[in-house]
């Protein structure tokens, strides 16, 4: 059985927008991913962190802001699946890992989505693909910090850097 | 007799994450100095021109450029006619054979090191032009700013640099530096005036990128067509020349900005007829250039009380669709400024308010607030542009000094996020209406609050680094982080619940604990992850400095006198490090060590707590607390299965062994031990006594440094009554072992719990050793899942909100 491979290449061609970088409070684009395995519920924890009006301009919320559309079913079904189509992780080999989403919730300006996912047996090394907002935001910057072994490890992703990344986690 | 009860806590689970910190690491042994004094070793030593107080010295020299330039925009070709004399002013103990400038619009043509370094992998604002990661791919956008970039003749057009005289002068172009030979040596003290003739075509700012361009507008039934035009890194100017680095002539790559030196500025801007311009420094031709009506509503503006248009956005509106083929000249000055940068349009709305303020002799009493934006970017900015501007300076004005010019402007067009001396280009595809149910147009909250952050942020930019003249290029935290940080204070001051969290210390510490990080002092232009090394982290050093290691009276008082000293100089960060240091009294080589030159996070944890009380030595009193402990004790396990299964002692089969011993209960109180009592307290001095007799306990807390960054250890403790206290240990605490100390603290209470930084201070990134007893804190996701709110998409939920209201109602 062909297990899905994490990354494809498409060809971006003609007709593709080249958005500007609006204006924005913080003029920085960057947000933050935790991964790391519950020791009491035993489950692995991905939690993302993106400013709340950065997300709701890439799927294109204009009225609302983040603290109510988060709390609407149309809302977080929306953030779910743009996130759940951005950001993917896998095994050292590859291997895709499902992840469950749990929700979204904003805090301040903050917005933070969450997923889920029995913890891995395999906690050896990891593939990290993270391109949250990265399509409607080319200086996007997010970080994914895993955490497996007690020990932290660390992928960047940015503009020139968006291929996905492996860590490893043997001492 | 009972010695100290002990009260243990399981060791936490070290985590082995422990950056290197290298504050004078040895090789023989493991010690860290974490106090170690950074004056003498790691900073440049004090002399006349920087004093070890963090002032300016007495030798303190500047260089001084004056400019009196004239601009013609060619609207059809987009390109800019200019000329300009330069008056440079060398006040340098040097003397100077030649003069660097910068031309900085040359770092867009092909040729230039900027567009040829451009790499897959660099962290640059245009990398990501050169296309994917994958060589197999490139995106179409990246295809057609390189297209551009090689057909359309960017850069700085040098057509004549001629003497004082007239007679043409060498000068040499290097990338985006152009070196000018002068005829003659200029000396201390000495001025050489010289012109420089150029030309130049604008950049389409939403293709190449950059901080300056033209949008141009589609005429639709609702919009206007048209362009707005802002111009900046125009003009050749003078590269900075400083006493720390000579010649600031490094070439600009395009992300590291700028460095600059002050000067008076006299500009003549000719535009089309219809257009309407907003400038760095003071209209001086307003009878030429405004008619009587505009010329009234300034006048009017001035001393109002709310916004007043002086264009308003019908006028705007109107003003579109004229065209005119006669130019117009705007002539501007402007004093004691680093930079030039200056806009035109015909779509431009103007409005204005005159905000007072105590200039105290140093500054104007008045400054303009004014807004410059197109009826595209309606309601938004007429509600809270100049509204923002007047706010920004109120509150800014109390941490560093009053506004030094005498005007502060917002510009809406296709550069976002960017600052000049008293204009700021704010953006303004930003904030697009949206029309509600009843088609009248109105704005989004996000909208609204980008719009004043963004206005905050870079009219902000105008006292750090316009006026305190930090190196942006070097030194990028110093205005980034320093503003960041004002600008934070700044939301959380314009109204009550202004979603701000990114100031919390809290948020910095998953980048702190990753390990892809550089120190915060690294030069700019190899920072790999700008964000959060510029703009973050030095700002939540700040808001930690501010809150919890000096306290708001000291820090605010030392950062003023930062300010002040630096006001219209160029201050390097040791002189910041230094004043801090000097007005609070407080020594923080240990806090820059931790939080600037190093890659170390926070991370303190309580391993152990032992309760000590004081042994009496008093026989009734002791005797009986040994009862009680034997008796609290489980029963010996051997005994009780004996007894369980049937066996008998045999003494109890053998009663006439039982003896005086057997009978008598081993913590009676005998006469020996009273007579003894009575000795001791006949030999102690009564303080001892005293001491003895209290209820006093004591405790010992260990504590780890997880993370390296040693910091105060803030503590609450809870005792039996339910009461509370906090202690605020001072990171001097760690000056034998940066690694791990313990601390005794004495109480009558009885403590029964204990929390390190319950406040969140400190930007601890892991709270679940922060506890005594150990608690075990639910994550994020756990907490959300719990909540009520949360909204199950499995179904479970029988109650749902609309969108409309955010009442729930049953289904």
């Keep these: ?171 | 007799m009972r010695s100290l009860n002990l009260i243990v806590l399981a060791t936490a689970a070290a985590t082995l994450n422990v950056a290197a910190a290298q504050p004078n690491q040895q090789t023989v042994n493991d010690w860290r100095d974490a106090f170690r004094q950074l004056e003498d070793e790691d900073w440049p030593t004090p002399n006349r021109e920087r004093r070890a107080t963090g002032a300016p010295g007495p030798d303190y020299w500047q260089q001084q450029v004056d400019y009196d330039i004239d601009i013609r925009l060619d609207e059809e070709e987009k390109h800019l006619y200019g000329v300009e004399t330069i008056t440079y002013t060398n006040n340098a103990p040097d003397t100077l054979d030649f003069l660097w400038f910068q031309l900085d619009q040359n770092r867009f043509r092909p040729d230039s090191i900027a567009v040829m370094t451009e790499t897959v992998g660099g962290g640059g604002r245009s990398s990501s032009r050169t296309g994917g990661s994958d060589p197999e791919g490139i995106s179409a956008s990246a295809v057609r700013r390189r297209q551009q970039i090689a057909e359309n003749g960017y850069g700085h057009n040098i057509t004549g640099v001629t003497d004082v005289n007239g007679e043409p002068m060498d000068f040499t172009i290097v990338d985006t530096l152009m070196r000018i030979d002068l005829d003659e040596d200029l000396t201390t003290g000495d001025s050489v005036t010289f012109t420089i003739e150029w030309d130049y075509r604008l950049v389409e700012t939403q293709v190449i990128g950059g901080r300056a361009g033209w949008e141009c507008f589609e005429e639709t039934e609702d919009t206007g067509g048209d362009c707005i035009y802002q111009i900046a890194q125009w003009f050749p100017r003078a590269a900075a020349f400083s006493d720390y680095e000579g010649w600031h002539n490094k070439a600009f790559l395009g992300r590291g900005e700028f460095g600059l030196e002050f000067g008076d500025y006299d500009v003549s801007i000719t535009v089309p007829q219809d257009f309407i311009v907003a400038a760095t420094g003071e209209l001086q031709n307003a009878d030429e250039v405004l008619n009587q009506v505009q010329r009234d509503r300034l006048d009017e503006a001035r001393t109002a009380d709310e916004p007043v248009f002086i264009v308003t956005p019908a006028e705007a509106r109107a003003n579109e669709r004229r065209g005119t083929r006669s130019t117009e000249t705007w002539e501007f000055r402007a004093e004691n400024v680093r930079d030039f940068a200056w806009a035109g349009s015909r779509k431009f709305i103007w409005d204005a308010v005159g905000v007072e303020q105590d200039g105290q002799g140093e500054a104007p009493d008045l400054v303009m607030a004014m807004s410059f934006y197109p009826n595209e970017s309606e309601p938004l900015w007429s509600t809270f542009s100049t509204r923002a501007v007047e706010h920004t300076i109120a509150v800014y004005n109390d941490f560093a000094f009053p506004y030094p010019y005498p005007t502060a402007q917002s510009i809406a067009g296709p550069q976002g996020g960017m600052e000049y001396p008293m204009i700021t280009f704010n953006g303004g595809t930003y904030g697009r209406p949206v029309a509600d149910d009843d088609g009248n147009l109105t704005y989004s909250l996000g909208s609204k609050r980008g719009l004043i952050g963004v206005i905050i942020h870079e009219i902000g930019h105008i006292y750090f680094p316009m006026t305190v003249n930090s190196d942006e290029r070097q030194w990028t935290w110093m205005d980034e982080g320093l503003n960041s940080f004002l600008q934070f204070q700044a939301e959380r001051q314009w109204e009550e619940d202004f979603p701000v969290r990114r100031g919390d210390p809290h948020s910095i510490t998953s980048y702190m604990v990753s390990t892809n990080q550089m120190p915060i002092m690294t030069q700019s232009d190899s920072i790999v992850q700008f964000g959060p090394n510029a703009y973050s982290k030095p700002t939540i050093a700040l808001v930690v400095l501010r809150e919890t290691v000096l306290g708001r009276e000291l820090f605010d008082e030392a950062f003023r006198t930062y300010a002040e000293r630096w006001r219209f100089r160029r201050p390097t960060p040791y002189d910041f490090f230094r004043t801090m240091e000097e007005v609070s009294g407080v020594d923080l080589d240990w806090f820059w060590r931790g939080w600037f030159y190093s890659t170390d996070h926070v991370d303190i944890s309580i391993d152990r707590v032992f309760e000590g009380t004081f042994n009496t030595e008093n026989p009734e009193i002791e005797n009986a607390l040994d009862a009680a402990e034997d008796a609290a004790a489980p029963e010996s396990l051997t005994q009780a299965s004996n007894r369980e299964e049937g066996l008998s002692t045999y003494a109890s089969r053998n009663p006439e062994v039982l003896d005086f011993y057997s009978r008598t209960d081993a913590n009676i109180v005998t006469n020996r031990q009273r007579e003894a009592y009575e000795r001791l307290q006949g030999e102690l001095d009564e303080w001892e006594a005293d001491i003895l007799n209290s209820d006093q306990r004591i405790y010992y807390l260990d504590f780890s440094n997880q993370g390296g960054v040693v910091m105060p250890i803030i503590l609450e403790f809870t005792y039996a009554d339910g009461s509370t206290e906090m202690v605020r240990i001072p990171a001097e605490v760690w000056r034998y072992n940066p690694d791990s100390v313990t601390w005794t603290f004495m109480t009558d209470r009885e403590v029964v719990s204990v929390e390190l930084d319950p406040l969140w201070e400190t930007a601890d990134a892991d709270r679940s050793d922060n506890y005594f007893p150990p608690r075990i804190e639910p994550t994020r996701l756990e907490v959300y899942r719990s909540s009520s709110s949360g909204s199950n998409l499995m179904g479970d939920m029988d109650q749902r909100v609309s969108r409309d209201s955010v009442r729930t109602r049953p289904q």
């Design chain 1, 1 to 171: 059985m062909r297990k899905p491979r994490l990354r494809t290449w498409i060809l971006a061609l003609a007709g593709m927008l080249f958005l500007a970088a609006p204006a924005s409070a913080h003029r920085v684009h960057a947000g933050v991913t935790e991964i790391s395995v519950n020791p009491r519920t035993g489950e692995m924890e991905v939690i993302h962190r993106v400013f709340g009006h950065d997300l709701l301009e890439a799927v294109g919320e204009e009225t609302e802001p983040a603290q109510i559309w988060l709390q609407t079913e149309e809302g977080l079904a929306t953030v779910g699946d743009y996130v759940r189509e951005r950001f993917r992780m896998g095994d050292g080999a590859g291997n895709l890992i499902e992840l469950d989403y749990v929700g979204a919730e904003a805090d301040g300006e903050f917005a933070w989505i969450y997923f889920s996912a029995p913890a891995p047996e395999d906690q050896a090394a990891f593939i990290v693909d993270n391109d949250l907002l990265a399509d409607h935001f080319d200086d996007q910057v997010m970080m994914t910090n895993l955490r497996f072994n007690s020990l932290v490890r660390t992928a960047m992703q940015g503009p020139g850097r968006r291929s996905p990344v492996r860590v490893s986690f043997e001492r």
